[in-house]
Nanobody, 125 residues
Framework: QVQLVESGGGLVQVGGSLRLSCAAS????????MGWFRQAPGKEREFVAA????????GFSDSVKGRFTISRDNAKNTVYLQMNSLKPEDTAAYYC??????????????????WGQGTQVTVSS
């Protein structure tokens, strides 16, 4: 069992930056792939970014590529999402997810086994 707790959300102006963190419990964090998803009101949950177990491979949605980066610190059981050049359309609840298939960096929701409760990001124009 893995428990995930996101933090770092908040209100930011257009063009600003935020860094989200996701702290994981459990001794097997380093074997999991980690992903970030987001969900805006009235919309489906969508993939943002993912990183494999070692941090050596990442994946991003086209909408955030070049603006967001994902990283992990296995010693701290934490994954990060650095968000730059934020836009109003980035406003959403952001969720951290962990997948037992440690190599996977794709967008499939069902490939992730554990989910956090989410942290709200609001970008004001």
């Amino acid at each position: 069992q893995v428990q995930l707790v996101e933090s770092g959300g908040g209100l930011v102006q257009v063009g600003g930056s935020l860094r989200l963190s996701c702290a994981a419990s459990g001794r097997t964090f380093s074997s999991y792939a980690m992903g970030w998803f987001r969900q805006a009101p009235g919309k489906e949950r969508e993939f943002v970014a993912a990183i494999n177990w070692s941090g050596g491979n990442t994946g991003f949605s086209d909408s955030v590529k070049g603006r967001f980066t994902i990283s992990r610190d296995n010693a701290k059981n934490t994954v990060y999402l650095q968000m730059n050049s934020l836009k109003p359309e980035d406003t959403a609840a952001y969720y951290c997810a962990a997948g037992r298939s440690g190599w996977y960096v794709g967008p499939g929701l069902t490939s992730y086994d554990y989910w956090g409760q989410g942290t709200q990001v609001t970008v004001s124009s």
